[in-house]
C-alpha cells in the first residue's frame, strides 16, 4: 500500500535513565553539526553544537560525540525526563551561506 | 528571550492562489531562512537571505517561490500559485554575525492546499 511519510526511528527510555541518539551523516564538508529538539507542532529548537574539528562537546545535561572516521553523531542526554520527550534532529551546515541539513529524526519516548 | 515569530500559524488555500508567509526575525540578526518540513518528514532547506539578496537556494525553490525583506523587521516567503505538494510545515531561521551558525526556528506555518 501507499505509505505516507517516514517511519521514524523510535527511543523508548525510563525516566531517569541516560538517553543516547545516534545520527550517520554523509556530507564530510560540514563545518559544524547541530542537534535540535522538535516538540509536535512546534519549530525545531536548538540544544547543542559542535564544530568539526572537535570530537566531543558537553552542555547540561547534553553531550554530543562526533566521530569524523566513521561520520557518525551521537546525542547523549543525562537523566532524560519526560519533557525531553520529542523528536531530535542532527543537522550538518557550513559553507558561505551556513545552510542547514537535516537528517531524519528520532523520536524519544520517555515513560515515567 | 528573543525569538523568531510567524504569521500566521495555519493557512489554508486552493491550489493556484498565492500565498505570502511572514516571518519577523530576531532583531539583529543578518542571516535569514526559510525551511519547509512535509509531514512526517524531515526539515529540507529552501533559500538563505543575506543583505538583501539571496545568497543560496535549493532544487525546490522554482521560480514559484520568492522572498522578501520589506522593511527592517519582517522576512516574507511569497508562492505565485500553489500546488498540492506545497502542503507542509514552513520555518523560518535567523542567525546573527558572520560565523555564529546557531540557527534560531520560529514557530512554523502549517500551509494546508486543497
Known amino acids: 500500500g501507499e505509505s505516507v511519510g517516514l517511519h521514524l526511528p523510535t527511543l523508548s527510555v525510563q525516566e531517569g535513565d541516560n538517553s543516547i541518539i545516534n545520527c550517520a551523516y554523509s556530507n564530510s564538508a560540514s563545518d559544524y553539526f547541530i542537534w535540535y529538539k522538535q516538540e509536535s507542532g512546534k519549530g525545531p529548537q536548538f540544544i547543542i553544537d559542535?564544530?568539526?574539528?572537535?570530537d566531543k562537546r558537553q552542555g547540561q545535561r547534553v553531550t554530543v560525540l562526533l566521530n569524523k572516521t566513521v561520520k557518525h553523531l551521537s546525542l547523549q542526554i543525562a537523566a532524560t525526563q519526560p519533557g525531553d520527550s520529542a523528536v531530535y534532529f542532527c543537522a550538518g551546515g557550513g559553507g558561505a551561506t551556513n545552510k542547514l541539513i537535516f537528517g531524519t529524526g528520532t523520536l524519544l519516548a520517555v515513560q515515567p | 528571550e528573543p525569538e523568531v515569530t510567524q504569521t500566521p500559524s495555519h493557512q489554508v488555500t486552493q491550489m493556484g492562489q498565492e500565498v505570502i508567509l511572514r516571518c519577523v526575525p530576531i532583531s539583529n540578526h543578518l542571516y535569514f531562512y526559510w525551511y519547509r518540513q512535509i509531514l512526517g518528514q524531515k526539515v529540507e532547506f529552501l533559500v538563505s537571505?543575506?543583505?538583501?539578496?539571496?545568497?543560496?537556494k535549493s532544487e525546490i525553490f522554482d521560480d514559484q517561490f520568492s522572498v522578501e525583506r520589506p522593511d527592517g523587521s519582517n522576512f516574507t516567503l511569497k508562492i505565485r500559485s500553489t500546488k498540492l505538494e506545497d502542503s507542509a510545515m514552513y520555518f523560518c531561521?535567523?542567525?546573527?554575525?558572520?560565523?555564529?551558525?546557531?540557527?534560531?526556528f520560529g514557530p512554523g506555518t502549517r500551509l494546508t492546499v486543497t
Open positions: 537571505f543575506y543583505n538583501n539578496e539571496i545568497s543560496e
Open positions: 559542535i564544530r568539526s574539528n572537535m
Open positions: 531561521a535567523s542567525s546573527g554575525l558572520a560565523g555564529a551558525f546557531e540557527q534560531y
